[in-house]
């Protein structure tokens, strides 16, 4: 199903208010309110409205809404309870609000803590571990490398740019993955200190590996690289009056209030991180050289 093929789909969401995200046959449809200050039957009849014409669209086009694999996640912070929206109607379905849905590969919980993500992840990842160190000395080094890769490196680098601004005993999760697979490729003891293991290996830590992903998209912002809606994120910085700052391809960083949820923000997280990168490689506009310096 292409984007073109579903644009008048796209249109009925906005005309309610809402905003959207695609990916094949996968439609998001999103919207922010104030609980405290907005009617949350108002808000319920919105959703409620806008799925139900878009149901109608579906249908007299030959495509069908599964209203019962719809979910509905209510997203809110941990210091405030989640807004008392019992149910939405979807045709024949009473739709629940739900703790957590999968995203593309990813858990999202209700307060965007992922933990559940993380734990998926480290759970699965060991499981892959177990299963190669039962075969590992039938291996080669390349060939125990290519497996690590694709079956636990993979996991841990997957959308980790979600992860930056964590609380670091969920980040440890993680990186216990990562020294656990590259004690098995080096054939390190169990308390051999794992960061000249690391380091030997060429391989990032996973706090370093997620600023390394938000660097890179920053970049590929700069250079017309990444998608629209990224690029549209990041400003660059032009003071008003002549200034020493101007020419060393600083950023905007907007002002955030939160700690735990704005500064995680990829218009906040990003303009700030690179601002700590040197001069001469925030001046750098080949993207290999870039990465390799990075």
């Not at 405290?36 to 009849?45: A, G, H």
């Not at 293991?197 to 997620?210: E, F, G, N, S």
């Not at 601002?275 to 310096?293: A, D, G, I, M, Y």
């Amino acid at each position: 199903m292409t984007v073109g093929y579903i644009a008048p789909m796209t249109d009925i969401i906005r005309q309610h208010g809402l905003e959207y995200h695609l990916y094949a046959d996968d439609t998001k449809m999103y919207l922010t309110f104030n609980p405290v200050n907005e009617d949350l039957s108002t808000i319920k009849s919105s959703i409620e409205s806008c799925v139900s014409d878009v149901r109608a669209w579906m249908s007299s086009n030959c495509l069908k809404l599964n209203d019962d694999k719809s979910e509905l996640l209510i997203f809110h912070s941990k210091r405030v309870p989640r807004p008392n929206i019992t149910a939405i109607n979807i045709g024949e379905e009473s739709i629940s609000p739900v703790g957590s849905c999968r995203n593309i590969g990813v858990t999202y919980d209700e307060t965007l803590s992922f933990d559940e993500h993380i734990r998926s992840i480290t759970k699965t990842a060991f499981w892959h571990l177990r299963n190669i160190y039962q075969i590992r000395h039938y291996l080669d080094t390349d060939s125990l490398l290519i497996l690590v890769h694709a079956f636990i490196t993979s996991k841990l680098d997957f959308c980790n740019s979600l992860l930056i601004g964590l609380p670091k005993c969920l980040l440890k999760r993680l990186q216990s993955v990562q020294n656990a697979a590259a004690r098995l490729v080096s054939g390190s003891r169990k308390y051999d200190h794992i960061s000249s293991v690391l380091q030997q290996l060429h391989w990032l830590p996973v706090d370093k590996r997620i600023t390394y992903k938000i660097l890179l998209m920053v970049f590929k912002c700069l250079h017309n690289l990444a998608p629209s809606y990224l690029s549209n994120l990041i400003i660059k910085y032009t003071p008003n009056r002549a200034l020493r700052s101007s020419s060393k391809n600083l950023l905007v960083v907007p002002p955030s209030r939160t700690k735990g949820y704005g500064d995680r923000a990829f218009s906040v997280c990003g303009p700030e991180l690179w601002k700590n990168l040197p001069e001469s490689l925030r001046h750098e506009t080949k993207l290999e050289p870039f990465k390799v310096v990075l």
